[in-house]
């Protein structure tokens, strides 16, 4: 017999079944494995053939269990439960004892792989709030299947830092935080599901643990003492050529060569982002003009509608044509004030706050039009001068 929290064996359900796959024609994805000795430590385990998570807890015990049942069942009946759990074998299921209730689950023969935190080979530790930090690259990274070169975060670990890179061809973001980090500097790709997975398990209180396990493999230990949380992650490593040195060319040319700096509010960015998807378009144009920061959207059959960024402006007067879509992405990775730099309309506009850095590239058309042409002071010529 096995007794256990209820509370806590929720949790850790919670956690490993986000990468099972209900109803997968691969029988394994779709289960949990429940590994227990009479030393008291329960592991819980998924495996979905990309990415492995195991969470461990302490239980009471006199027995060793080893068994896989249906992950999504199991979940749905101890979401069911209140007080202790108690687990045991009954010939082939295994028997959910609640404080009231009975259930039995049948028992899967298959074999999950079993992670172990003795197979880590460590690069880096950071705080969950630093890793977090370093996630919010993700809503760059593409989505598209024909660029799968650019469908995962790039982590680059050097002795003190942590860089994190993505990108979808369109748009790149790049974060930096400081860490205990590698004596030689390691990148790892991750693949935008399991960087999405870590996004959704790490919390700012955990401890993280980065390493390598194997060839091609990246092992993540999350850990918070106070919480009881004790998760494991592995995952296949992308053997990519990612264009890191490429995106930090772009990003360092943006901010060398802006001839246009604006600090600007982050709410009101979004704001005025919300006004031009109002008008059912994307199409943005910004402009700095006169040390005033004005945004438009194009013109559309609803209208078109127009505003003035609160900021300031220094340099000299610039435009460009923007996806709202793609400033709303990087203004969303920031909080408070915002620096956007300004090359031309044909060049990378640039957008960063503190250790957030992102690049946008223009929307290049002929048919665009100024949406603020009365700032154009109209000519006199001398003849209607000299009749004045």
């Known amino acids: 017999m096995i007794t256990l929290l209820r509370d806590l064996f929720q949790n850790a359900l919670?956690?490993?079944?986000?990468?099972?796959?209900?109803?997968?024609?691969?029988?394994?994805?779709?289960?949990?494995?429940?590994?227990?000795t009479t030393d008291g430590i329960l592991h819980l385990s998924c495996f979905n053939g990309e990415t492995a998570v195991r969470a461990t807890l302490n239980v009471d015990c006199n027995e060793d269990l080893a068994v896989c049942v249906d992950a999504a069942t199991l979940k749905a009946v101890v979401e069911t439960l209140t007080g202790p759990i108690r687990l045991h074998v009954d010939g082939t299921a295994l028997v959910i004892q609640g404080a009231s209730t009975r259930t039995s689950l049948r028992i899967v023969e298959e074999t999950l792989p079993m992670l172990d935190g003795h197979d880590l080979h460590p690069l880096a530790t950071c705080t969950?709030?630093?890793?977090?930090?370093?996630?919010?690259?993700?809503?760059?990274?593409?989505?598209?299947?024909?660029?799968?070169?650019?469908?995962?975060?790039?982590?680059?670990?050097?002795?003190?830092?942590a860089i994190a890179l993505a990108a979808d061809g369109f748009t790149a973001g790049e974060v930096t935080e400081a860490i205990e980090g590698p004596q030689e500097p390691v990148s790892i790709s991750l693949p935008l599901s399991s960087a999405r997975l870590l996004s959704s398990l790490i919390e700012d209180r955990d401890t993280v643990r980065m390493g390598t396990t194997g060839v091609n493999r990246a092992l993540f230990q999350i850990h918070n003492a106070e919480s009881s949380k004790a998760l494991m992650l592995a995952t296949v490593t992308v053997d990519g050529n990612f264009p890191a040195t490429q995106i930090q060319t772009l990003i360092g040319d943006a901010r060398t060569n802006a001839v246009a700096t604006l600090q600007v509010q982050q709410a009101s960015l979004l704001q005025s982002i919300r006004m031009v998807n109002a008008m059912g378009t994307q199409s943005t144009f910004l402009k700095v003009s006169s040390g005033a920061i004005r945004i438009a959207s194009a013109e559309t059959e609803t209208g078109q509608a127009r505003n003035i960024l609160e900021g300031t402006a220094d340099g000299q007067d610039a435009q460009a044509w923007l996806s709202a879509l793609y400033l709303k992405r990087a203004a969303e990775a920031i909080k408070?004030?915002?620096?956007?730099?300004?090359?031309?309309?044909?060049?990378p506009l640039m957008i960063e706050a503190g250790n957030f850095s992102s690049v946008i590239m223009p929307m290049i058309s002929d048919g665009f039009k100024d949406p603020f042409p009365e700032e154009e002071a109209i000519a006199i010529s001398l003849p209607d001068m000299a009749m004045a």
């Open 336 to 347: 408070g004030e915002l620096t956007l730099r300004i090359t031309s309309h044909t060049k």
């Open 14 to 36: 919670n956690a490993v079944t986000r990468i099972s796959v209900k109803n997968s024609p691969v029988a394994a994805f779709a289960l949990v494995q429940l590994n227990v």
């Open 128 to 161: 969950g709030g630093t890793f977090r930090s370093l996630l919010r690259v993700l809503p760059f990274a593409s989505t598209d299947e024909s660029r799968a070169i650019l469908q995962v975060v790039h982590l680059l670990l050097e002795k003190t830092k």
